[in-house]
T-cell receptor
Framework: GQSLEQPSEVTAVEGAIVQINCTYQ??????LSWYQQHDGGAPTFLSY????GLEETGRFSSFLSRSDSYGYLLLQELQMKDSASYFC???????????FGPGTRLSVLP | NAGVTQTPKFQVLKTGQSMTLQCAQD?????MSWYRQDPGMGLRLIHY???????DQGEVPNGYNVSRSTTEDFPLRLLSAAPSQTSVYFC???????????FGPGTRLTVT
């Protein structure tokens, strides 16, 4: 079977750094993607880790450790517009991520 | 490039009615998929397609049918609507070699 765990909620203030963790148990793991979803909106792709280590994209970074079945999304210099839900999604053997984690709701306070 | 489009945006059905949710993409993506998202939950895969003429079931396929006659279109049919199908439905597409899915704006469905 498959299982994915993320914290349900995280709160931080503007300008801070926050880390959203994801632990997974899946078959045929290929890589880990992260998506952002604002209330009432559609998920949008943020990042993908095929290899262990840190991938940086502007204020967002994502980390993967295959040996620990663990990844995280790091958001720096938080802004109010970062308030959203964040989903991790492991990829299958073809790199497709059809399974999404339960999501972490991030609230950024002024 | 319109990306992924979905119609309608909102729909109210009575129990037992049938309808089709439309999804189209203009990016020539091989993969297309349908998800449902219940309040405060993640996305659950209903059906997916790896190319025209090929479809397969996801995690929650019961009560839904799909077909893929063209690369561009992937409609989702609700056979006999039930209140448990009240949800937000997202269509997504991606390249077969890619890891990034592009999502449509969603259809908010209420079944009374």
């Amino acid at each position: 079977g498959q299982s994915l765990e993320q914290p349900s909620e995280v709160t931080a203030v503007e300008g801070a750094i926050v880390q959203i963790n994801c632990t997974y148990q899946t078959s045929g793991f290929y890589g880990l993607s992260w998506y952002q979803q604002h209330d009432g909106g559609a998920p949008t792709f943020l990042s993908y880790n095929a290899l262990d280590g840190l991938e940086e994209t502007g204020r967002f970074s994502s980390f993967l450790s295959r040996s620990d079945s663990y990844g995280y999304l790091l958001l720096q210099e938080l802004q109010m517009k970062d308030s959203a839900s964040y989903f991790c999604a492991p990829g299958d053997n073809y790199g497709q991520n059809f399974v999404f984690g339960p999501g972490t709701r991030l609230s950024v306070l002024p | 490039n319109a990306g992924v489009t979905q119609t309608p945006k909102f729909q109210v059905l009575k129990t037992g009615q049938s309808m089709t949710l439309q999804c189209a993409q203009d990016m020539n993506h091989e993969y297309m998929s349908w998800y449902r998202q219940d309040p405060g939950m993640g996305l659950r895969l209903i059906h997916y397609s790896v190319g025209a003429g090929i479809t397969d079931q996801g995690e929650v396929p019961n009560g839904y049918n799909v077909s893929r006659s063209t690369t561009e279109d992937f409609p989702l049919r609700l056979l006999s609507a039930a209140p448990s199908q009240t949800s937000v439905y997202f269509c997504a597409s991606s390249y077969s070699s890619g890891n990034e899915q592009y999502f449509g704006p969603g259809t908010r469905l209420t079944v009374t």
